[in-house]
């Protein structure tokens, strides 16, 4: 491909070349017109020379007169090197310096002797038969005193004449190849000159179309060209702060649609999947690279969302419903369709959004069992209660020591209602967040030297061993109180579960130390009774009791392992429970630690 620089350089030199060779052929033949005429004007100031110098002879009674202007023309012309001839006013010819006048016709007829009438010279150019070349004639008519009344004519061959024009000729064109070769070497330098900034900005224009919006033409010119650049870097400037705003838009709707908490897909009119988000990607159990760009249909596992999502397409309505999900486990989906129109009312696809509500049915079912719970563990204290007032009341027991064992009973129940409904408000307040945590260095050796020191009495009346091995100096940062509340229960626990002569134990290590996720690491372990493995999902749930009369004989309300676990929560640790049946329990709990202060 040519490129314009090569266009123009050839244009530039074809637009010289013909005017060089329009000036070279014009100036040719002036030269050959004005080297003729030159000629003529010589030939003629010869003629006028002979006619006031040449030794003329009469032409009437002269026998001999042909051989003496023969002879004369033949030393004529060895002293002016033309061809002389000597011809009569009838038109013959009585003397030539070259060919015999008996072998030359009349020559009245030619064009160089017609035209010499009067003072006048006759010339002419034309082909002679007799040379066999082409001849320059001059010719004018001449009388003489001595009797001489006709025509002297001199030719000369223009191949002679040629020889000049030639070398004017070889100078001429010579010059002019050169002038040629400078103009072409000064076109392509121009052309160079103006294409050189065209090139430049046509590389800035291909790679801001290649998306590369930091390049810009790096020169200044105040012509057109200069303007050109301007209007490239202004056009550059545009687009570079317009894709800036659309990436930023872009990446802020990316940065929502993938941090969103519901799913989204967007399918097309056509049927195919536009967008999903991460949300989405999760729920569906499906990665994006997988579904873009691909039938619906592909969603075939996820059955019940492929069958509404078919139903969407084909009603082109706002629709929503909520369906049970196996996938592998069971899940509480609701799914809402949003039909997409234009402005102009044509149809885009559909928007269908997804929420995993598993979590909140399973919240509402756990707040339905929490008030069935709660009704029921209120109901039988309460039940006793009034059983036995109303027999005290009748005045049917007259035994005194019956009366104090239903005394007795009413206040034990009693006490359990105060100590229920006081566990239910402090786990309400704790979920709730209204009991705010109060921060502080805390001596866990301390902490669990008071704690054994409580619940000791209670563990000495069934043999069991309490153990601990935790060294001095040994910190934790948190709410005393609240821990203290978590050990009790859990210890409390272990001693209630565990026969006589068990053990209990509390095991304290530091995990990942040194790192930025230094954690503290407590075991509360007992060699009780276990926990069936059934049961150890459920074993934090409010009123989930492993041993329900058991439970209630040593007066648990069924919500301690509850407010335990929302309490560890709160101090941003968790817990979780390993347990064999008739080998014990460990209640694991990882703590953020606090390093030894000395």
């Known amino acids: 491909m040519k490129t314009f620089r090569h266009r123009l350089t050839v244009i530039m030199m074809g637009l010289v070349g013909v005017s060089m060779l329009a000036a070279g052929i014009s100036m040719a033949l002036v030269f050959k017109d004005s080297h003729i005429d030159a000629l003529e004007e010589n030939m003629a100031r010869e003629i006028n020379l002979l006619e006031n110098t040449f030794p003329f002879e009469p032409l009437e009674g002269n026998p001999g007169v042909t051989d003496y202007y023969s002879a004369k023309a033949k030393e004529l012309e060895n002293l002016i090197g033309s061809r002389v001839t000597f011809i009569g006013n009838d038109g013959e010819v009585i003397g030539d310096s070259e060919i015999s006048v008996l072998e030359m016709d009349n020559h009245s007829d030619r064009e160089e002797i017609i035209s010499a009438t009067g003072d006048k010279v006759g010339s002419a150019i034309r082909y002679s038969d007799t040379l066999d070349e082409d001849m320059l004639y001059v010719a004018r008519h001449v009388t003489s005193d001595l009797g001489f009344d006709g025509y002297i004519r001199l030719s000369m061959s223009l191949a002679i004449a040629s020889e000049g024009l030639n070398k004017g000729w070889l100078l001429m064109f010579g010059g002019l190849l050169i002038l040629f070769l400078a103009a072409t070497f000064i076109s392509y330098r121009i052309a160079k000159g103006l294409t050189r900034p065209l090139e430049h900005i046509t590389k800035v224009a291909n790679k801001i179309s290649k998306f590369d919006y930091d390049a810009r033409v790096q020169f200044s010119r105040n012509d057109e060209i200069g303007q050109l650049g301007q209007a490239i870097n202004g056009m550059a400037d545009s687009l570079q702060q317009q894709l800036k705003r659309i990436r930023d838009n872009e990446g802020l709707t990316q940065s929502v649609l993938s941090n969103i908490t519901g799913g989204i897909v967007m399918v097309d009119a056509q049927g195919r999947v536009a967008l999903i988000n991460r949300e989405a990607e999760r729920i569906l159990r499906m990665k994006e690279h997988l579904l873009l760009g691909k039938p619906y249909h592909v969603l075939k596992r996820n059955f019940e969302f492929t069958k509404f999502m078919e139903e969407g397409m084909e009603l082109k309505e706002r629709i929503h419903e909520e369906r049970n999900v196996y996938d592998?486990?069971?899940?509480?989906?609701?799914?809402?369709?949003?039909?997409?129109?234009?402005n102009d009312g044509s149809y885009r696809g559909m928007l269908f959004l997804l929420h995993d509500v598993t979590s909140i049915r399973r919240l509402e079912v756990m707040r339905s069992e929490f008030v069935a719970n709660v009704s029921h563990e209120l109901k039988t204290p309460i039940a006793a209660v009034k059983g036995f007032a109303e027999t005290l009341l009748a005045g049917g027991v007259k035994d005194e020591e019956t009366v104090r064992s239903f005394l007795q009973i009413i206040y034990d129940e009693g006490d359990r209602l105060n100590r229920l409904i006081g566990d239910i408000l402090e786990l309400s307040k704790i979920e709730s967040k209204q009991a705010p945590l109060e921060y502080a260095p805390i001596p866990l050796k301390e902490l669990f030297d008071s704690i054994f020191?409580?619940?000791?009495?209670?563990?000495?009346?069934?043999?069991?061993?309490?153990?601990?091995?935790?060294?001095?100096?040994?910190?934790?940062e948190g709410d005393e109180d609240r821990l203290r509340q978590i050990f009790m229960n859990l210890l409390s626990n272990a001693i209630n579960y565990t026969p006589e002569g068990g053990k209990v134990k509390v095991d304290i290590r530091i995990e990942n130390e040194g790192s930025d996720d230094e954690k503290l690491r407590i075991v509360v372990s007992d060699t009780g009774i276990g926990i069936p493995k059934k049961d150890l999902p459920r074993i934090f749930e409010r009123f989930y009791r492993v041993d329900k009369a058991r439970s209630r004989n040593s007066g648990g309300t069924g919500l301690g392992l509850s407010i335990v676990k929302h309490l560890v929560e709160l101090h941003r640790g968790k817990i979780t429970v390993e347990s064999k049946v008739g080998e014990g329990s460990s209640f694991i709990l990882e703590l953020p630690f606090m390093h030894n202060l000395e």
């Open 453 to 476: 020191e409580v619940l000791q009495s209670a563990a000495d009346k069934k043999s069991i061993v309490m153990l601990h091995d935790i060294p001095e100096h040994m910190f934790i």
């Open 328 to 342: 592998p486990e069971s899940k509480i989906l609701h799914f809402d369709g949003v039909p997409m129109f234009e």
